[in-house]
């Protein structure tokens, strides 16, 4: 299961977009044929962590850290 916090690892932003795009197209499928409503709150949670996932993603990448000074 899914905790604030994790990260799933080795998944890189492009990875995640592809995911976060799969995960709306499927939602718009279960809108159009009527699924139930704790189906729809599933897929809902589950667009809400790849987009966490995402944003941390694309943190660990462009973050700038601090040069390490010469010692």
Do not use: D
């Amino acid at each position: 299961m899914w905790q604030r916090g994790s990260e799933r690892s080795g998944f890189v932003p492009e990875q995640l977009q592809l995911r976060l795009s799969l995960l709306a197209l499927e939602r718009q499928r279960l809108r159009e044929t009527g699924s139930p409503a704790e189906v729809l709150e599933a897929n809902r949670l589950e667009i809400g962590r790849c987009q966490y996932e995402l944003s941390r993603a694309l943190i660990r990448r462009y973050l700038v850290r601090p040069v390490e000074r010469a010692a």
